[in-house]
């Protein structure tokens, strides 16, 4: 896939991501108890790195790792989103402790849908939690329980985030830059 010419420039680095994990997980120790396992959803392809720090500092507990693919696909017509899931979880979610990690929250549409679709199979707790946050851009109602970043409408890679399918595995939160 070919994309204009860019530089990017370090946004959040992997240090303050590290020392907001720790914080977040301390969050999610006072919602799920540490003797009930927890099923942690990692919503593909975005999520895979910060769901593996996030459950790598849970490890004082069981931890079950399932993932989800979802796409959402703009009609401009209708101004809506059609939300659909391309990967299924593998487990059972009825009556258990689900996390759901998502790398970041946009328009919203992706994790609302995934919430409603998953609350109806009846978790016994279900909460979500996204590394980035930006608000300006939501077109639905929605927040995570828990949020890394707050960040402004800015084009961000790294950390699990794509450009053109390039720069998931930079361990900062980068700010794209065209040049031309
Ligand atoms: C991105 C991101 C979220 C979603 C957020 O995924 O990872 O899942 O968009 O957008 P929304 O709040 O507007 O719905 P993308 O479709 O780029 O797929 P990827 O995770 O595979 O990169």
Redesign the pocket.
Same mark, same amino acid.
């Given at each position: 896939m070919t994309s204009r010419p860019y530089v990017i420039d370090e946004m959040i680095s992997a240090k303050e991501i590290a020392a907001r994990i720790e914080a977040l997980c301390r969050e999610i120790r006072k919602t799920f108890p540490s003797n009930e396992r927890l099923v942690v959803v990692g *919503? *593909?392809? %975005?999520?895979f790195v910060f769901i593996a720090d996030l459950v790598r500092e849970l490890s004082d507990r069981d931890v079950e790792v399932d993932f989800l /693919?979802?796409?959402?696909y703009g009609n401009a017509m209708e101004s809506s989103?059609e939300v659909r899931i391309l990967k299924d979880l593998r487990g059972e979610i009825g009556g258990r402790n689900v996390l759901v990690v /998502? &790398? @970041?929250? &946009? =328009? %919203?549409? =992706?994790?609302s849908h995934v919430v409603s679709l998953l609350k109806s199979r009846l978790p016994k707790r279900l909460q979500t939690i996204a590394l980035l946050d930006k608000p300006s851009?939501r077109e639905v109602d929605f927040r995570a329980d828990l949020i890394g970043f707050e960040i402004p409408d800015e084009f961000v890679v790294g950390y699990g @985030? &794509?450009y053109a399918q390039c720069n998931r595995n930079l361990p900062f939160i980068g700010k794209v830059r065209f040049t031309e």
């Open positions: *919503l *593909l392809r %975005g999520s /693919e979802a796409s959402s989103r /998502e &790398d @970041i929250v &946009d =328009t %919203g549409y =992706t994790l851009r @985030i &794509d």
